[in-house]
Nanobody, 123 residues
Framework: QGRLVESGGGLVQAGDSLRLSCAAS????????MGWFRQAPGNEREFVAA????????YYADSVKGRFTISRDNAKNTVYLQMNSLKPEDTAVYYC????????????????WGQGTQVTVSS
């Protein structure tokens, strides 16, 4: 049984930065593709970013390209999401995900979820 625990969310102003962390425990997630999704009130959960362990290849939603950076430390079983130049439309609950379908980025095909961390960006 694996567990993903996010941290680092908070309330910031537009233009600020935040770094989210996702610590994995209970099983080895190092072989999985890991990533981040987010869900704003009234919206469906949407893909944000993902990273492969083997190659380190990264994938981003168009809405965050150039502003967000995903990285992982396999030795620490931790994934990070550095968020710069935050906008009010980035406000959402951010969820860490493991073992996701990189071809579709479909949240329904994610096998492991964290509990989520709130990010609020004020204008």
């Amino acid at each position: 049984q694996g567990r993903l625990v996010e941290s680092g969310g908070g309330l910031v102003q537009a233009g600020d930065s935040l770094r989210l962390s996702c610590a994995a425990s209970g099983r080895t997630f190092s072989t999985y593709i890991m990533g981040w999704f987010r869900q704003a009130p009234g919206n469906e959960r949407e893909f944000v970013a993902a990273i492969r362990r083997s190659s380190g290849s990264t994938y981003y939603a168009d809405s965050v390209k150039g502003r967000f950076t995903i990285s992982r430390d396999n030795a620490k079983n931790t994934v990070y999401l550095q968020m710069n130049s935050l906008k009010p439309e980035d406000t959402a609950v951010y969820y860490c995900a493991a073992d996701l379908d990189i071809a579709t980025m479909n949240p329904r095909l994610v096998n492991y979820w964290g509990q989520g961390t709130q990010v609020t960006v004020s204008s």
